[in-house]
Structures are given as structure tokens and as C-alpha cells.
């Protein structure tokens, strides 16, 4: 009775401390690599050389800045002909025209507000008719694709727990059900791995 009690008290900890480590780990990763942007500024003007010590999560606070500065910067005429006369210059680079034209489409795709990936939640059947997963829509088939593909959308199935690896498939739009759910809830349920349920709302149709 008392191991049991020992174990039970022993994953109860467990429940709390692998999350908020896991947390930590993952912020003071992306300050370590966002403080690599502080190489950007004059010697003069790092942290330890103003105030005499190292400021944790400065370089966060400069990435976000100049971030946010090229964004108000690309959004004028100006700034516009610059990034065109920018991408026009990467286009004629063999290899890395091929890298970044790739990356700019997935990533336009992706943080577009006119875009429509993972702007919906859907349930598919994956690997095999009567297993069933959730997917995100991306779009249709394109190119040659779509000739051969007719009513069939496109998804992505993102692995559990890790939901930045999965699969594409281009499946029936019959056979596809959309979710009354947001994308970070069903991130949520895909990362949890089924544990942290989103609320039952009411049911959609498919598409």
C-alpha cells in the first residue's frame, strides 16, 4: 500500500516538473539562438559592454525588433522594389534559388494572412480505412496533379508528439470531415496525444 502510495505521489511530481522543464529548455533554446542577432550590433553597444553583464533574453528583444523594422520597412513602395530587386538577385544563384524559392513558398503559405493552410482542422482516415487521425487542410492538387485528381483536397498529417513531421496526402473531399475545432486546439489534442481534448462543439458537415 505504501509503494503504491510512494508511485502514485511519484508520478504526480512527474506531471509536474516534465512540463515546465520541457518549457524551459525550449525558451532558453530560442534565447540562445535569438541572442546570436546581438553579433548584428556594434561591440559597443552588447549588453555586457553597457552595463557590465550579460542581459539573458537581450537578443530575443533585438531579433523581435528587427523583425519587426523589416516588416515596416518591406511595407512601403520602397521597400517592396527592394525585396523584388532582393529575390531577383537569389534567382540567379543556381543552388540557392532552387533553396529559397522552395522555402518562400512553403513559409508564404504557412504565415499568409490570405493563405488557407492549417486555417482548418479535418479528420481523415490514416493509415488505413476505419484508423482515423487529424489532418489540416492545405489546399487542392495542383499542376498535373489536378488532372488526374478530380474533388480531392489537399492535408497535411502531423506525427504525434511532434506535429512538425508528418505526411501530405491528397485525399476524396467525400471522404473527409471537418472539425468544429480551432488549429491550436487540435495542435493541442495531436501534441497531448489525445489527452487534453478540446470541448465538444457542434458537427460539421464535410467539405
Same mark, same amino acid.
Given at each position: 500500500?505504501?509503494?503504491?502510495?510512494?508511485?502514485?505521489?511519484?508520478?504526480?511530481?512527474?506531471?509536474?516538473?516534465?512540463?515546465?522543464?520541457?518549457?524551459?529548455?525550449?525558451?532558453?533554446?530560442?534565447?540562445?539562438?535569438?541572442?546570436?542577432?546581438?553579433?548584428?550590433?556594434?561591440?559597443?553597444?552588447?549588453?555586457?559592454?553597457?552595463?557590465?553583464?550579460?542581459?539573458?533574453?537581450?537578443? #530575443?528583444?533585438?531579433?523581435?525588433?528587427?523583425?519587426?523594422?523589416?516588416?515596416?520597412?518591406?511595407?512601403?513602395?520602397?521597400?517592396?522594389? &527592394?525585396?523584388?530587386?532582393?529575390?531577383?538577385?537569389?534567382?540567379?544563384?543556381?543552388?540557392?534559388?532552387?533553396?529559397?524559392?522552395?522555402?518562400?513558398? #512553403? +513559409?508564404?503559405?504557412?504565415?499568409?494572412?490570405?493563405?488557407?493552410?492549417?486555417?482548418?482542422? &479535418?479528420?481523415?482516415?490514416?493509415?488505413?480505412?476505419?484508423?482515423?487521425?487529424?489532418?489540416?487542410?492545405?489546399?487542392?492538387?495542383?499542376?498535373? #496533379?489536378?488532372?488526374?485528381?478530380?474533388?480531392?483536397? +489537399?492535408?497535411? #498529417?502531423?506525427?504525434?508528439? %511532434?506535429?512538425?513531421?508528418?505526411?501530405? &496526402?491528397?485525399?476524396?473531399? %467525400?471522404?473527409?470531415?471537418?472539425?468544429?475545432?480551432?488549429?491550436?486546439?487540435?495542435?493541442?489534442?495531436?501534441?497531448?496525444?489525445?489527452?487534453?481534448? =478540446?470541448?465538444?462543439?457542434? +458537427?460539421? =458537415?464535410?467539405?
Amino acid at each position: 500500500m505504501r509503494r503504491q502510495l510512494i508511485k502514485r505521489y511519484f508520478i504526480t511530481g512527474l506531471l509536474i516538473w516534465v512540463p515546465l522543464a520541457i518549457t524551459a529548455w525550449v525558451l532558453l533554446l530560442i534565447a540562445d539562438v535569438a541572442d546570436q542577432s546581438l553579433r548584428l550590433l556594434p561591440a559597443s553597444m552588447h549588453p555586457h559592454n553597457v552595463v557590465g553583464f550579460d542581459i539573458p533574453g537581450a537578443g #530575443v528583444v533585438v531579433t523581435l525588433a528587427i523583425i519587426l523594422a523589416t516588416g515596416i520597412l518591406t511595407a512601403n513602395f520602397i521597400g517592396q522594389r &527592394l525585396v523584388s530587386w532582393w529575390e531577383k538577385l537569389l534567382a540567379r544563384i543556381p543552388v540557392v534559388n532552387s533553396i529559397y524559392n522552395s522555402v518562400k513558398q #512553403v +513559409s508564404d503559405t504557412l504565415f499568409s494572412s490570405s493563405g488557407n493552410a492549417f486555417r482548418k482542422a &479535418l479528420l481523415v482516415q490514416y493509415p488505413r480505412a476505419g484508423s482515423w487521425t487529424i489532418a489540416f487542410l492545405t489546399g487542392v492538387p495542383g499542376g498535373d #496533379v489536378a488532372n488526374h485528381l478530380e474533388d480531392h483536397v +489537399s492535408v497535411y #498529417v502531423p506525427t504525434t508528439p %511532434n506535429p512538425t513531421s508528418g505526411f501530405f &496526402l491528397m485525399l476524396p473531399r %467525400n471522404e473527409v470531415i471537418e472539425l468544429d475545432m480551432d488549429v491550436d486546439e487540435a495542435l493541442k489534442y495531436i501534441i497531448s496525444m489525445g489527452v487534453v481534448a =478540446p470541448p465538444a462543439r457542434r +458537427s460539421k =458537415p464535410s467539405l
